[in-house]
């Protein structure tokens, strides 16, 4: 245990560069299969493989009723906007023809 905190306080190298598939502008969001699937290399006293499973689990559940619900505010928005348009239009239509 004071070796592991030893080490763990020790710790003061450069942070490493991000790798190259990890894009901050244009990445596709993550769907939630990918964080179910996703697989970690385990290494000699590692984390323990069935917790970090289960917590993907849960973010992937997160994540797929966060997306369902993107998807009915977005489909919201079209509606609500295509309803002011055509409200507006009639709205000059009308003021056009009582002159």
């Known amino acids: 245990m ?3 905190l030893g080490r ?3 710790r003061h190298h450069a942070p490493q560069p991000a ?3 990890t894009r901050p502008l244009n990445r596709t969001p993550l769907r939630p299969w990918q964080v179910r699937d996703r697989c970690f290399n385990v290494r000699r006293r590692g984390v ?3 917790e970090i499973r289960a917590f993907l ?3 992937a559940d997160e994540l797929a009723v ?3 619900a993107l998807a009915a505010v977005q489909e919201e928005n079209v ?3 295509n309803a002011l348009r055509a409200w507006q239009s ?3 239509a009308s003021h056009r023809y009582h002159r």
Do not use: E
């Open 90 to 92: 009639a709205q000059a």
């Open 48 to 50: 323990d493989p069935v």
């Open 79 to 81: 509606r609500i906007k």
């Open 8 to 10: 763990l306080t020790r």
């Open 2 to 4: 004071r070796n592991l």
């Open 66 to 68: 966060a997306q369902t």
């Open 19 to 21: 790798p190259a598939d």
């Open 57 to 59: 689990h849960r973010v």
